[in-house]
């Protein structure tokens, strides 16, 4: 049985042979109990005809960006909003490299840039175009946008030539868009719910130093914390960003300050007080090197060196437990490998914070490093656990949440 009947796909068609295959994919849709209305580009109307979707949705075919209603009373934005997900199939380069860029120069691009909802895209195109360098650029960014992808398949193509590029065969595009209905397919906006407040993020990984040139590390990437700065920016926030070493740039918007250790990051995050929000992501080494050599330790000694470590500060404990200066909300992250749900809720009281995101950053999971994250929040009201997502979306629906619980605090 499908989850989805009563469900609405916004499906844009792009211009590419593979278009045919969308007119199946629409009966298999349908057959599901699931509505599509189509959009279709210029180019896929040289591919196939308005008159085979039309018949096969049983609804008009969306074309015209500055037919305002279309006859139909639905501007543009609401075609966008009304349904639940919007699906790209045939995602043609031009499409992707439109999206990529935020491009709104017809009405396809425009309703992919106005929608609220999540987009799924089936790309398909000649392998050489799915292989440029452009391409690959354009779907990395659109992954780390939160967009969701199935295929390209490798095989023969129309062109004559045999590689990646094919669209995906109808079921498995439907499989993925059942799939993706199964869960919340909003993207939330949180534009101006943080208008007036102050919130402090912490970031990236802490460099221990153990001589000159050597530290004690570890892999995080700084990409979760930097990106829910660059969201509470988003909402209107004032940022402060304490970020440990890391390969990104300082997020638009933000005030970023650059530390290496965890008694540097406690310093500028208590100078940053007073905040509204105090959100610690930064993966904080636990203990440092007691005594640093004031020269490289050289590796011609008899003995392998030992090193005496002592514990680091616990900033998130350290914020959570202020007596002045405590922000209103303390959120705090848990990477854990084994555990989650117990360590979590350990921790959320041990810090004494309001809200712990747990991820599981097991080897297996990819989190470390990688472009999503699939986390679990824990508050003293309860739990609520997200899907697999960009860590961009994260940020989003973190920043949104804390709002609301500040929003409800009356503080
Ligand atoms: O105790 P654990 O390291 O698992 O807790 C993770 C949370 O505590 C993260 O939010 C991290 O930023 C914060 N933390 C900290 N200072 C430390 C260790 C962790 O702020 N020394």
Redesign the pocket.
Known sequence: MTASPGKRILLIIGGGIAAYKTLELIRRLRERGISVRAVMTQAAQQFITKLSVESLTETKVFDDLFALTDGSGMGHIELSRDADLLAVAPATADLLAKMAQGLAGDLASTLLLATDKKILAAPAMNLRMWLHPATQRNCAILKADGVSFVGPEIGGMACGEHGPGRMSEPPVILAAIEDMLKHDTRIPLPAGVLEGRRVVV?SGP?HEPIDPVRYIGNRSSGKQ?HAIAAAAAAAGADVVLVSGPVALPDPLGVKTLHVET?EE??KE?EAALPADIF????????WRVAKVSPSKIKKDAKQAPSLTLV?????????GHQSKNRPALV??????SEKLEE?ARA?LA??N?DM??ANDVSESSGVFGGESNKVCIFTKAGKESLPLMSKQEVAAHLVAKLAAMLAGSGR
């Open positions: 912490t802490t914390g965890a990051m406690l995050v959100i610690g992501v930064a993966a904080v080494a636990d514990e680091n500060p616990d900033i998130l404990a350290a914020i959120a705090g992250f848990a990477a854990e360590n921790k041990a810090k914070c712990i995101v």
